[in-house]
């Protein structure tokens, strides 16, 4: 009975060590935030249920930190992006441009996803109104 218990426990173990191999990315994705969700709801039961208080200070933090990446993601995120597969690019030469590796098409993807989502300036540029209102903006009206 012992040997089933710790066989059962390390086939257990291998399935959840090697999780982020076996599954595709969105697959992974989910179960992450699925177990960030699960801690957060863990952790209202903590402080509603056993402890007896009412308090939002907790999802506050889980808001701000949510906020930050984000911001974060759309601030440096695409010229990091682009900047990381330009130097793949340079490090990998001719072959770089090549159909086996595939570098042009990630950089191509990343130029894309700057023009739709607006570059980083555009982002400074509406941030700053909202901030300092129409005085921040580089030209007269």
Not at 5 to 33: E, R
Not at 62 to 83: D, M, Q
Not at 112 to 138: C, F, H, N, W, Y
Request: glycine share 10%; net charge neutral; hydrophobic share 50%.
């Amino acid at each position: 009975m012992r040997v089933v218990t710790i066989c059962g426990a390390l086939v257990l173990a291998a399935l959840v060590l090697g999780f982020p191999w076996l599954v595709n990315p969105y697959w992974l994705t989910v179960s992450i935030l699925a177990c960030f969700y699960a801690i957060v709801a863990a952790s209202w039961a903590l402080l509603a249920g056993y402890a007896g208080q009412f308090s939002f200070g907790h999802m506050a933090f889980v808001s701000i930190g949510a906020y930050t990446s984000g911001l974060l993601v759309k601030w440096f995120g695409i010229r990091e992006a682009y900047e990381a597969i330009h130097d793949c690019l340079l490090l990998a030469g001719w072959p770089g441009y090549s159909a086996e590796l595939e570098h042009d098409r990630r950089m191509r993807d990343v130029m894309g996803l700057e023009l739709g989502d607006g570059t980083s300036q555009i982002m400074k540029m509406v941030v700053a109104r909202e901030i300092i209102g129409r005085e921040s903006l580089p030209y007269g009206r």
